[in-house]
């Protein structure tokens, strides 16, 4: 997978953290930075500083030691790269963080990614163009629709959007954000009418599941 540029985005940041992209806050690919590293300037326009002094770094050397992990590399913010959400005096994380937060402090959290290289333990990769679409639609007794994006799908971003349809017209959309659970949305007393799941590209729509309700009841799972 290429360098993802900025990290601040819905796409990749995590809700659990402190800071969000509505201070103008981003991420930028540094000139140092080349395909076995992935190094980053912080930037935000409210702050005076010499960009190049706020870099981290992403390791993807398969051939090195510190494969996998992110380390500080700049000497002002972030100071502190730690796994998880929970603050470590540390400038590098262990390898493969499934989340990864930057700090300026102990209180200090900056902000909280879930990690765009993440590689789950079965051996598969959270890359985008390795991942098929995949999900499903289920009734309960209280006649609720669930509508589920499996975990194992790329996640949603600019070019991965997930909807809900109702007889073919878009309803609303399902934000899938972490790789580590299902992303779950629900209708409650659904109304008559074909119910659907589906994944766009940006150039293709792809149909994921189906649940017909009312008239003829037809349930159809497609993966």
Same mark, same amino acid.
């Given at each position: 997978?290429?360098?993802?540029?900025?990290?601040?985005?819905?796409? !990749?940041?995590? %809700?659990?953290? /402190?800071?969000?992209?509505?201070?103008?806050?981003?991420?930028?690919? !540094?000139?140092?930075?080349?395909?076995?590293?992935?190094?980053?300037?912080?930037?935000?326009?409210?702050?005076?500083?010499?960009?190049?002094?706020?870099?981290?770094?992403?390791?993807?050397?398969?051939?090195?030691?510190?494969?996998?992990?992110?380390?500080?590399?700049?000497?002002?913010?972030?100071?502190?790269?730690?796994?998880?959400? %929970?603050?470590?005096?540390?400038?590098?994380?262990?390898?493969?963080?499934?989340?990864?937060?930057?700090?300026?402090?102990?209180?200090?959290?900056?902000?909280?990614?879930?990690?765009?290289? +993440?590689?789950?333990?079965?051996?598969?990769?959270?890359?985008?163009?390795?991942?098929?679409?995949?999900?499903?639609?289920?009734?309960?007794?209280?006649? /609720?629709?669930?509508?589920?994006?499996?975990?194992?799908?790329?996640?949603?971003?600019?070019?991965?959007?997930?909807?809900?349809?109702?007889?073919?017209?878009?309803?609303?959309?399902?934000?899938?954000?972490?790789?580590?659970?299902?992303?779950?949305? +629900?209708?409650?007393?659904?109304?008559?009418?074909?119910?659907?799941?589906?994944?766009?590209?940006?150039?293709?729509?792809?149909?994921?599941?189906?649940?017909?309700?009312?008239?003829?009841?037809?349930?159809?799972?497609?993966?």
């Amino acid at each position: 997978m290429a360098q993802v540029a900025n990290l601040i985005t819905s796409a !990749h940041i995590n %809700t659990n953290g /402190a800071w969000s992209a509505a201070g103008g806050a981003s991420t930028g690919i !540094h000139s140092t930075a080349s395909s076995t590293e992935y190094v980053y300037t912080l930037v935000n326009p409210n702050w005076s500083f010499d960009t190049g002094t706020h870099r981290f770094k992403y390791c993807n050397d398969s051939t090195s030691s510190d494969y996998q992990k992110w380390m500080d590399v700049g000497t002002d913010n972030p100071v502190y790269i730690v796994d998880g959400l %929970t603050f470590a005096s540390t400038t590098s994380t262990n390898a493969n963080p499934e989340i990864v937060s930057f700090w300026y402090n102990s209180s200090g959290l900056l902000f909280a990614i879930n990690n765009p290289y +993440y590689q789950s333990s079965g051996g598969g990769t959270s890359t985008e163009e390795l991942l098929v679409p995949s999900g499903s639609i289920t009734k309960d007794a209280s006649n /609720a629709l669930y509508f589920t994006v499996n975990k194992s799908s790329p996640l949603t971003s600019s070019v991965n959007v997930y909807g809900i349809y109702k007889d073919f017209q878009l309803i609303r959309s399902i934000n899938h954000s972490s790789s580590a659970v299902d992303a779950v949305d +629900y209708e409650n007393n659904a109304a008559d009418g074909v119910w659907s799941l589906w994944h766009d590209d940006g150039a293709n729509l792809q149909q994921l599941a189906s649940y017909t309700v009312g008239f003829k009841k037809v349930f159809c799972n497609f993966w």
